[in-house]
């Protein structure tokens, strides 16, 4: 759905997705559906390992080596921007100092030819948590998490980078 030119937001979504709606059905699709993000998930985590198996299968792999790259990420925003939840700022290592964004830990794999992208979780200031009243993470905890949804094979080698 995200796979579309320029700034990618709803109108973009709709405009690439060659319906002529509403701009308010796909707003209310994506508010308001059903939505069961574990479920959705499990399920593009079982392709993704599918397609892994499948990729390795072709190519006659007898001894599998995957790598895991855990990473930390600011998803900069203008600093205009405040309707949007889970805004903060947040250490930017690349810029040098806070800037206005989201933040993401991310896992990504890597394997013979194949480069995927395998999931995230944002990170939430201790404050930001007690105000949602959800349990505070820390980004090792974060990391955890996606290190545990890596199911690796028994004959996989995987090499964790950090």
Not at 3 to 31: A, K
Not at 37 to 42: E, G, H, L, M, N
Request: hydrophobic share 30%; glycine share 2%; with cysteine.
């Amino acid at each position: 759905m995200i796979l579309c030119e320029g700034r990618v937001n709803i109108s973009q979504i709709r405009r690439s997705s060659n319906h002529d709606r509403d701009l308010s059905c796909m707003t209310r699709f994506l508010q308001e559906s059903p939505w069961n993000p574990q479920y959705v998930t499990k399920q593009r985590l079982s392709y993704l390992m599918e397609t892994i198996r499948q990729t390795r299968a072709k190519w006659g792999d007898t001894r599998p080596i995957t790598f895991l790259i855990l990473d930390d990420t600011q998803c900069k925003k203008e600093r205009s921007t405040v309707k949007m939840e889970g805004l903060d700022f947040h250490y930017s290592h690349s810029e040098g100092k806070s800037v206005w964004s989201h933040s993401l830990v991310t896992a990504h794999v890597v394997t013979d030819d194949l480069s995927v992208a395998w999931d995230f979780r944002s990170y939430f200031r201790k404050e930001d948590c007690k105000e949602r009243n959800v349990p505070f993470k820390s980004k090792n905890d974060l990391a955890i998490e996606l290190l545990e949804t890596y199911s690796s094979s028994p004959d996989e080698h995987v090499y964790v980078l950090i």
